[in-house]
Every structure is written in structure tokens, then in C-alpha cells.
């Protein structure tokens, strides 16, 4: 099976920075990987999605990058806002059916 | 549009009882996931439907959780017996269809075995 690692340890970061998270994995390159957002006490909610031809991919203020050598994805958050304070997921497909695995996530913590 | 519905919420069990979540999924979506999801970690996969057939529940516990999606709408999730390591957050999704679609998740249900 897939094995996913994102960073276990919270993002602090200050308004107007650049918060990047990393999702690194270890086995087969997946056809594509999404990108969620998780609120305490809420279901994730999809933010992005990027295919294994794609190199980068942007919405808004985020911007994901996927790079199938490194069998790594980096996810971006400029211009960070208190409101962006969250957990982020990653989740690797793992079957043609849709099937995804998701990461543990990573804290993002925006302070005014 | 109204999204994933689930209920109930929040539910306290004793081990060796068993439970029920219900999910109405987004209308017009044919594929419905349930995920269990242990605190510190990402929602685990139990079990996907395409309309009333399952398509994937290789990560089931088929000892003692069952699923059915009757009619290819609402669907429920069973624990009989529970245990202690049960304790999580269940979570229903849905998708228009299989294969590379974003998935839309409903609230959770959070149970709690003592």
C-alpha cells in the first residue's frame, strides 16, 4: 500500500506569509492527488486537484505543485489569512474507481 | 444545492453494543464512501458504493461492520459488535461518479465506545 507522510508537526505562521506544506509518498506515482481543508468537528472539503502531467496547478490564493520524481507534492497558501487557519490532507489515488488514501495532515495556524 | 446529510451526530455506546449511522448523500450523486477516522489521522476508507453495488470494501472489518446503500440513495453503516477501538469519526462522502471526482463530505458522526 501507499505510504503518505505529511508534516506531523503544526504550521505557525504569521499573516501575509506563505504557509507550504509538503506530501511526500513513497510507492507508485498516483494518476492524480486532491488536496483537502478539515475544520474541527467537520468533514473535509475538496480544494484542489492535480494529474501526474500537471506541474502545477492554481486556485485563488493556493497553489499546488506535483512533482512524480520526488513523488512529492507541495501545497501553498500565500498571502496567508487567520482564516486559513485549518488542517490540510492530502489524498493519493489508489485505484481507478476513485479510491483515495489520505495523509494525517498538517496543522496550519495563522496569527494576525 | 443541500450537501451530505448524516445523522446522528454525536453517539455514546458501550463495547459489545451495537450502532447505526445514517447518510443522505448530495442528490444525483452516484458514488457514496463511507471513511472512519481516528483522531491525528486522515479519514480511512471502509467502504464505496456506485449507486447500490459496492465497489470497493477491502478495509471493512466484515466481522462486525455491514453497510448497505438500498435503492442507490441513503445508506447506513452498522457496528455489531463494537469495540473500544471503534472510537472515531465517521464520515459519509459522496461524487458525482467513480474515478477522478472530488468528493463531498457530510458532517461526521462521532462515536464513542466506553
Known amino acids: 500500500s501507499q505510504k503518505i507522510e505529511q508534516n506531523s508537526e503544526a504550521l505557525n505562521i504569521q499573516e501575509g506569509k506563505t504557509a507550504t506544506l509538503t506530501c511526500n509518498y513513497t510507492?507508485?506515482?498516483?494518476?492524480?492527488l486532491q488536496w483537502y481543508r478539515q475544520d474541527p468537528g467537520r468533514g473535509p472539503v475538496f480544494l484542489l486537484l492535480?494529474?501526474?502531467?500537471?506541474k502545477e496547478k492554481r486556485k485563488e490564493r493556493l497553489k499546488v505543485t506535483f512533482d512524480t520524481t520526488l513523488k512529492q507534492s507541495l501545497f501553498h497558501i500565500t498571502a496567508s489569512q487567520p482564516a486559513d487557519s485549518a488542517t490540510y490532507l492530502c489524498?493519493?489515488?489508489?485505484?481507478?474507481?476513485?479510491?483515495?488514501?489520505f495523509g494525517a495532515g498538517t496543522q496550519v495556524v495563522v496569527t494576525p | 444545492e443541500a450537501g451530505v446529510a448524516q445523522s446522528p451526530r454525536y453517539k455514546i455506546i458501550e463495547k459489545r453494543q451495537s450502532v447505526a449511522f445514517w447518510c443522505n448523500p448530495i442528490?444525483?450523486?452516484?458514488?457514496l464512501y463511507w471513511y472512519q477516522q481516528i483522531l491525528g489521522q486522515g479519514p480511512k476508507l471502509l467502504i464505496q458504493?456506485?449507486?447500490?453495488?459496492?465497489?470497493?470494501d477491502s478495509q471493512l472489518p466484515k466481522d462486525r461492520f455491514s453497510a448497505e446503500r438500498l435503492k442507490g440513495v441513503d445508506s447506513t453503516l452498522k457496528i455489531q459488535p463494537a469495540k473500544l477501538e471503534d472510537s472515531a469519526v465517521y464520515l459519509c462522502?459522496?461524487?458525482?461518479?467513480?474515478?477522478?471526482?472530488?468528493?463531498?463530505f457530510g458532517p461526521g458522526t462521532r462515536l464513542t465506545v466506553t
Open positions: 492535480i494529474r501526474e502531467n500537471e
Open positions: 489524498a493519493l489515488e489508489v485505484a481507478g474507481w476513485g479510491k483515495l488514501q
Open positions: 462522502a459522496s461524487s458525482l461518479d467513480t474515478g477522478e471526482r472530488e468528493q463531498y
Open positions: 510507492n507508485y506515482s498516483p494518476a492524480y
Open positions: 458504493f456506485q449507486n447500490n453495488g459496492v465497489v470497493d
Open positions: 442528490s444525483g450523486h452516484a458514488t
